[in-house]
């Protein structure tokens, strides 16, 4: 079968134009006599769906786009989509052919719900471990199609027959998920386990682009169950990918392509040049303004402007903030990037020695000189910034933030790549970097990047990893210190509103850290035996227990253990709707109270009708 990925990048929803492009792309493979043409998830709608109000809509525009693309499409397609119900992202893929439309995973799911005919005329409905994951077969090849990684997880551990599994992947990249690089990470990703665990190919659509503030690179690639690659797309770039595959070949391959050394700083750099580059387009944006303080974090945002936009569309404001040394360093890099640049001297700041207010009001000099060129303020700053650094009171002009989903350790490691290919970046520039002022930090390293390297372990331990602060202490020690990251990074919350919107470069930013406002509690290190389990914990007492009427007193350790699985019952009675108003969805609707339950109704709370 000859199968064909068509890496396209896009914008969102814009259905006349990206329907015009999707035909031609089909013609190009029907002209390649193409079995089966796949588009990634994000090219019609996005990878998100609009809000409630725009629904109808939205989904109005989108059903006439699909009838035209039925009509017009050159060859047999598979087409996703992404739309939302109460507030849930709902990701469909729809085969085109001939005319006709058919929503793989909705008509999955409504098959398991058909009744299956008894030998003895009775019926009973489909026993479906996964109901909702498609199963199509197209020109004599069983598909499987997956969406997310746990639906590539259920393909592995159910015996689903499957000799080819589209991955249309709906992960934006991130830094801290090299899978979500597809092709260019084969090596150190999930997908070759994944098809040597489902014994089928693994042909992994990749969309393209800047998508609002998430970025998409591409490098789709057609992968053999015994682990071999057959083909790839480039990263970063629009391609039509072609790949003939054998589901009855047990290998090897004729002529298999050798995976990618994956270079992270590299492939990020690319990402982020890409996704700033999109979102000014999307945004009408033609110009950006940035504020060079002698800061590596404002030479990297500098660079990484002029990269995405080119020389004339970036315009530098230099401080003068009595530095020697950093305004040496911000001259030298508007000279080798060329960039249009003037000066904000120390007296037109105004401020003596306050340098709070000299900074409120150089960032009133970047808004001023962001309208005057017809463009946007970018920040400098960056994801240890906004963890630990946050200022209530102070002005920020910036309305994207180019490096906000980055650690400073990342940062550094980016000044040092850039500077590989072309040296813009002053030596003296690359130790421009402050160490968060943390109480004890100096034990944590014996020199300045090693103690900035310990405070993002932390913070990528408490936001990526969701680590707690006792395991945080168990694997990387200093007990007061991890305590404090923590709890400024807590406090800092109402500091991060209104910074504006951060390019995403991982798998969870600062912005998805929610914490009460206002809360008093904070977590704190655990000893090993406090954080036991509860059948050998007898030094908790729930106070008053035994003295309450009609209580029968208990063990401590029994009581705690009930009380602990209390709040389990409740988290999951929550979780599958039994504390809504009618439950998750009404199991009675649709259908007399009296009738039985055999009717093909899907009980969706997590225990029985009864």
């Avoid at 890496?7 to 990206?18: G, K, L, V, Y």
């Avoid at 050998?536 to 253990?561: C, F, H, M, T, W």
């Amino acid at each position: 079968m000859r199968i064909a990925i068509a890496q396209m990048s896009t914008r969102a929803a814009d259905f006349e134009r990206t329907a015009d492009r999707m035909v031609e792309y089909s013609r190009r493979a029907a002209a390649d006599r193409v079995d089966l043409l796949v588009f990634p998830m994000a090219t019609l709608t996005g990878p998100l769906p609009v809000d409630s109000p725009n629904q109808e809509g939205f989904l109005l525009d989108l059903a006439e786009t699909f009838v035209n693309l039925s009509d017009r499409l050159a060859c047999p397609s598979i087409v996703p989509l992404v739309t939302s119900f109460n507030g849930d992202l709902i990701p469909e893929a729809m085969f085109i052919h001939e005319g006709s439309l058919v929503p793989l995973k909705l008509g999955t799911y409504l098959k398991s719900l058909m009744p299956v005919q008894r030998g003895d005329g009775s019926s009973t409905s489909q026993d479906a471990s996964a109901p909702d994951l498609p199963e199509v077969e197209i020109a004599g090849v069983r598909f499987g199609v997956a969406f997310t990684y746990d639906d590539l997880d259920a393909y592995d551990d159910f015996e689903y027959d499957a000799d080819v599994i589209l991955f249309l992947s709906g992960y934006g990249f991130s830094i801290d998920d090299p899978s979500s690089a597809l092709g260019s990470a084969l090596s150190e990703g999930r997908f070759l386990t994944d098809a040597e665990a489902a014994n089928a190919w693994i042909v992994a659509a990749g969309s393209l682009g800047g998508y609002g503030t998430q970025v998409f690179t591409g490098s789709s690639f057609v992968l053999a169950p015994w682990g071999e690659l057959a083909a790839q797309a480039p990263s970063l770039e629009e391609a039509l990918l072609v790949c003939d595959i054998d589901p009855h070949s047990e290998g090897p391959l004729a002529r298999p392509l050798v995976q990618e050394v994956f270079d992270r700083p590299l492939f990020t750099w690319g990402a982020l040049t890409l996704g700033l580059h999109d979102l000014c387009e999307e945004t009408g944006n033609d110009d950006v303004a940035v504020l060079l303080d002698g800061s590596l974090d404002s030479m990297v945002v500098a660079t990484l402007a002029t990269d995405a936009l080119g020389p004339t569309r970036v315009h530098a404001l230099v401080l003068d903030n009595a530095d020697e040394q950093g305004m040496l360093s911000s001259r030298t890099l508007v000279r080798n990037l060329r960039i249009d640049s003037r000066e904000l001297s120390a007296a037109a700041l105004g401020a003596g020695a306050d340098r709070a207010l000299a900074r409120d009001v150089a960032e009133a000099h970047l808004a001023a000189l962001a309208r005057e060129v017809g463009g946007i303020a970018l920040s400098n700053a960056d994801k240890t910034a906004l963890a630990l650094e946050g200022d209530v009171c102070g002005v920020s002009a910036a309305r994207v933030m180019p490096i906000g989903d980055l650690y400073r350790s990342d940062i550094i490691e980016l000044a040092r790549l850039r500077n590989t290919i072309s040296p813009v970046i002053s030596r003296g520039a690359q130790n421009a970097y402050e160490v968060p002022d943390v109480d004890g930090l100096e034990e944590c390293g014996t020199s300045n990047e090693e103690r900035l390297a310990y405070v993002d372990h932390v913070l990528s331990s408490y936001v990526e990893l969701e680590s707690s602060v006792s395991d945080i202490v168990d694997d990387h020690g200093h007990a007061e210190v991890v305590e404090e990251i923590v709890r400024r990074t807590c406090d800092h919350e109402l500091a991060r509103s209104g910074r504006g919107i951060c390019i995403i470069a991982s798998s969870k930013t600062i912005y998805d850290v929610r914490n009460p406002i206002g809360m008093a509690w904070r977590d704190k290190p655990r000893k090993e035996d406090e954080r036991a389990d509860a059948e050998s914990r007898d030094d908790i007492i729930l106070p008053g227990a035994e003295n309450l009427k009609g209580v029968r007193y208990q063990p401590q350790s029994r009581r705690i253990r009930d009380v602990r699985e209390m709040l389990d019952f409740l988290r999951d009675f929550s979780i599958g709707g039994g504390l809504y108003p009618k439950g998750f969805g009404d199991a009675l609707d649709d259908k007399d109270e009296n009738e039985g339950s055999e009717q093909g109704h899907v009980w969706t709370n997590p225990f029985s009708e009864n």
